[in-house]
């Protein structure tokens, strides 16, 4: 894999191909996993602690200024800093857009990828509020053409299922890559892929490749495709489109005024963080045919509120976008013998081994951190428009000093 990523790198003048490259090892969405795939760890630990404690926005500012200067990252960073009965403090740094001279705040919006999965959690918890549906739903209640794992045809695929990764669908890399992803806004519909992917006779179907030998819910494989499906579901179950489904029941009840799904949702898409490769080079914007599961773009002030009304059990400023119990439900570990790459799991919310709860993100010129500490119900936001070593250096520091892990 390795050597086709670099020989795909030689003729990255052709954007499809040089974003196919990159994808070889970014795309697998647990960014640890993708960086020992070229030889590269995820840091466990913050690196050294900052002299000075991070309680204002200028000493924010101060610390991600020489963070970023000791790593010398492509890009720009947005960070914002949570604690429990003080304001959120945000800050950007870096370039948003280098090439229009645009620079970052932290009412930039950034790509997601994978952390766009706790919004798709957030909506399945509040449709089951609402009576639409439970976790123990089966999907094929809902769908209008029916999934089956065709090596265990009489074990049902229920919610619960899809959201902890245990539903015995699986990415198929090859295709998944090849086929998944656009320069802008997908032009297939998410019902058509899954059909594709998921159906006997579909173009993309392939039993062996697209399914798991287990049953749902005796193995955990992570997949973005089970993601996008349970956001589907939810969408059928509530009678409304998704992305419309969110942005009314989460976004504008939080605020988050530079949060969208599609290109065509942002008045100008050009504020939106242009992203990078390892050196420098610009991609186009990238649209996903299983949108729901890394597509999100969002900003550091809008997703501090929307991580702040989790730790604070549903609830922000007087607005609550699910019950306490909703969040506790979401938040538990689902299924304590199974993990998903070293994490347990929750409703699409990951246990990391050092105690935070939240999801990490990576795709080509996306790398995002987004975590709380349920100890201290302290939380941090990281976002990156670049993804390497460097990146993910900086962004796992950071995001340990946001936590308070330096005391």
């Known amino acids: 894999m390795r050597l086709l990523w670099i020989a795909l790198a030689v003729v990255e003048g ?133 999934i089956k794992n065709p090596h265990n045809q009489a074990t049902s695929m229920t919610l619960r299922h899809l959201a902890t990764h245990t539903s015995s669908i699986q990415d198929h890399t090859w295709t998944y890559l090849t086929k ?24 993309l179907y392939s039993a062996g490749r697209c399914y798991l030998e287990a ?46 799904w599609f290109l065509s949702e942002f008045a100008e898409p050009n504020t939106i963080a242009m992203l990078y490769n390892q050196i420098g080079r610009p991609y186009a914007y990238l649209g996903l045919a299983t949108w729901p599961d890394g597509q999100l773009r969002s900003s550091a002030n809008d997703l501090s509120r929307f991580l702040s009304a989790i730790i604070n059990g549903g609830e922000l400023d007087g607005v609550r976008i699910l019950t306490e119990d909703s969040v506790q439900e979401m938040l538990r570990v689902q299924f304590p013998k199974l993990e998903v790459d070293d994490e347990k799991q929750g409703i699409f919310w990951g246990h990391h081994e050092q105690g935070w709860i939240g999801h990490n993100g990576g795709d080509p010129g996306v790398f995002s951190l987004m975590f709380f500490d349920p100890s201290t119900k302290h939380g941090g936001v990281v976002l990156m428009n670049s993804m390497n070593q460097k990146t993910v250096g900086t962004g796992v520091a950071l995001l340990g000093h946001l936590l308070g892990t330096e005391k």
């Open 14 to 146: 052709a954007i499809f191909v040089g974003v196919l490259s990159a994808l070889f090892w970014v795309k697998l969405r647990v960014v640890s996993l993708a960086l020992d795939m070229i030889g590269l760890v995820l840091p466990k630990k913050a690196g050294p602690k900052p002299s000075f404690p991070l309680d204002s926005t200028d000493a924010l500012a101060k610390y991600v200024r020489e963070e970023v200067a000791s790593f010398g990252i492509v890009g720009g960073v947005a960070v914002a800093r949570i604690r429990p009965g003080e304001p959120i403090l945000s800050y950007g740094h870096g370039s948003a857009n280098r090439e229009r001279g645009v620079s970052v705040t932290a009412d930039t919006p950034f790509g997601l990828g994978s952390v766009s999965k706790t919004v798709v959690a957030v909506a399945l918890m509040q449709a089951v509020e609402d009576g639409h549906l439970t976790l123990e739903t089966e999907i094929n209640d809902l769908l209008s053409f029916e």
């Open 215 to 260: 049953k749902p819910g005796e193995e955990a494989s992570y997949s973005n495709v089970a993601t996008a499906l349970a956001a589907y579901v939810i969408s059928l179950a509530v009678g409304q489109p998704f992305e419309a489904y969110t942005r009314k029941r989460i976004f504008e009840p939080l605020g988050m005024q530079n949060t969208g």
């Open 180 to 203: 998944g992803y656009f320069q802008g806004d997908a032009p297939i519909s998410l019902e058509d892929f899954l059909k594709s992917y998921l159906l006997p006779n579909g173009d």
